[in-house]
């Protein structure tokens, strides 16, 4: 049958696009820290040196940014230089693939039991708020409006800093409707 | 087709009623354990609340092995190492919790240590750490408002640390949860008034937060009809066993429809308030449940309306245009807290507590928004939200 030829390629193209996702976020991530306050107001409360993951279960694809003080954060691309402090880790490719493709907002994402946190709880709520100011800056404003509760009034980022994460975006979002399942 | 998913689990036995606690000796027996293992606090042995437990098993000929009477407020570690060391001297082979919050959460995390091993709590904290089941634990809530008898959450407080570690695991959840009238019928009024007001907001926030499920909508709105029939009526006939029981049930059923789709800003304003200001937890939700849901309503407005042919009943809510169910919901809940005021003095504002500042609302606001529960409010919450909603809250 069609259908059963067609699954391992659509298996294959959401493994990369979550893998393409995780490396857009990190980078967006250390970008947006260097620039925004809000962000950094809020990573400014994460000890120096706090490593953070996200990941998808059981050995997937990993996102790891390291506070490094005052508000910034370092992407480390998949690999932790030690033991992460808070992970927040998606049960399945497919449940990542649903909020990294913006289909299902971050905060669902975890009422709805898609993803577990280990670690300090509060550190998890400091964290989703940062993915969410980073979505609706890496987001047009209409994709980034499913993606985050509410998008904020007041974006105030060079352009220039975020096109080229727009641009990343604009690639995987084709791909992602060729793939759509 | 939509993205909805959710997830929703209880496997608690829940034994509800007149002479519930005489099924205790049969439902341990059932589970091969022949050395229960009391643990409660000193108010409900001098309550009066343990003859009838101890009394239901003698006279089935089951021996109450041990009884720790001793559980604080605020468990700590230290407690929870005690407690096991006992049981295992006393050769225990499982837990009977009778209390409130403390002593349930006490019993859990006592289990984890007899059941796992060692004296260290603390190695077993967080989520998913346990895997595999614990010992026999059964629940007899004696205040109708927390609902941890069908939660699968402890929190423990470190003292040496001075941090709460929380322990989260379907294993900790009780094989059994007794819920009989006599345990409530002594409960004083102010606690009546603030346990009662704790079960509905955990139905009104389970209701309205962002982990809504079919499920436990349904748990949600059956305790707020029984609670919205019973609390005044027992709160002038306190002596009344079918009213208690209505709210104990009320209480057990709002529990499993938070554990199931978590709760919102009122639980992480009252999580802040209690630390700071060392307020009873029922109270502070009490206080702020109707300012959370105004500044939730535009977002809520659809499953705020409903709410009120639970709250106010059919007349009212047919007489109610749809426009104006959400606000007349939340009137509702400002008429019963204005009720339970002239009755106890349950505080309707953080002035009236008497125990709060204005200079400590920033404070409230900032430990607010790093509690867990804020991921859940249908709306996301700054700062500032959080503040203007406490200034409302003030007078
Ligand atoms: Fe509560």
Redesign the pocket.
Same mark, same amino acid.
């Given at each position: 049958m069609l259908a059963k030829r067609i699954q391992p390629m659509v298996f294959q193209a959401r493994r990369l696009y979550v893998e393409l996702m995780f490396q857009v976020m990190g980078r967006a991530l250390q970008a947006v820290s260097e620039v925004d306050e809000k962000v950094q107001n809020e990573a400014r409360a994460l000890p120096d040196g706090f490593l953070f993951e996200m990941m998808v279960m059981p050995d997937g694809s990993k996102l790891i940014v390291e506070h490094t003080g005052q508000g910034r954060f370092r992407y480390h691309g998949d690999k932790a230089p030690r033991p992460v402090d808070l992970s927040i880790q998606f049960k399945h490719i497919a449940h990542a693939f649903l909020v990294l493709s913006f289909q299902e907002k971050t905060s669902v994402a975890f009422a709805n039991d898609r993803m577990l946190v280990d670690g300090d709880i509060s550190y998890a709520v400091r964290m989703t708020r940062v993915l969410n100011r980073l979505e609706s800056f890496i987001l047009p404003k209409l994709i980034a409006e499913r993606a985050v509760k509410e998008y904020p009034a007041d974006l105030h980022l060079p352009e220039k800093l975020i096109s080229a994460a727009r641009i990343y975006l604009k690639v995987a979002t084709n791909f992602v409707e060729t793939v759509r399942a | 087709m939509t993205n909805k998913y959710y997830e929703f689990f209880c496997p608690v036995k829940v034994i509800a009623g007149k002479a519930a606690l005489e099924h205790i000796p049969y439902e341990l027996t059932g589970m091969a354990a022949k050395r229960p293992m009391i643990v409660t606090d000193k108010g409900v042995r001098a309550a009066g609340l343990l003859e009838p437990v101890i009394a239901a098993c003698e006279e089935s000929g089951l021996e109450i092995t041990s009884i720790y009477d001793d559980v604080p407020p605020d468990s700590s570690t230290t407690v929870v190492r005690d407690i096991a060391g006992i049981y295992r001297q006393e050769k225990c082979d499982s837990i009977i919790a009778v209390g409130g919050g403390s002593a349930i959460d006490t019993g859990k995390a006592v289990n984890i240590l007899v059941s796992e091993g060692g004296d260290d709590i603390a190695k077993y904290s967080g989520a998913g750490v346990l895997k595999h089941p614990l010992k026999p634990f059964f629940v007899v809530p004696t205040t109708a408002g +927390?609902g941890s008898e069908v939660t699968s959450v402890a929190v423990i407080t470190d003292e040496a640390k001075g941090v709460k570690l929380p322990f989260t695991s379907s294993f900790l959840l009780p094989n059994a949860a007794i819920i009989d009238p006599r345990m409530t019928l002594t409960l004083p009024p102010h606690i009546t008034a603030a346990t009662a007001m704790?079960a509905m +907001? $955990?139905a009104t926030e389970a209701f309205t937060c962002m982990a809504k499920n079919p499920l436990s909508d349904a748990y949600a709105t059956s305790a707020i009809k029984k609670i919205s029939h019973s609390l005044l009526h027992v709160m002038d006939n306190p002596k009344d066993s079918d009213g208690r029981l209505e709210l104990a049930q009320a209480s057990t059923m709002a529990g499993i429809a938070f554990s199931n789709s978590m709760?919102g800003l009122v $639980?992480a304003l009252?999580h802040a308030t209690g630390a700071i200001c060392h307020l009873p $937890?029922g109270l502070c939700?009490s206080l702020y449940l109707p300012y959370v849901l105004e500044y939730n309503l535009e977002t809520i407005r659809e499953p705020l309306g409903e709410l009120l042919l639970y709250l106010e009943g059919p007349e009212v809510f047919a007489a109610t245009p749809a426009g104006r169910r959400a606000e007349a919901s939340i009137s509702a809940i400002r008429k019963l807290r204005d009720a339970l005021y002239k009755r106890c003095q349950l505080p309707r504002t953080l002035k009236e507590t008497g125990k709060v500042t204005e200079d400590q609302l920033d404070h409230i606001a900032e430990m607010a928004l790093d509690d867990g529960s804020i991921m859940f409010n249908p709306k996301e919450v700054t700062l500032e939200d959080a503040r203007a909603v406490l200034r409302r809250a003030w007078a």
């Open positions: - | +927390t704790d +907001t $955990h709760v $639980h009252g $937890h939700m």
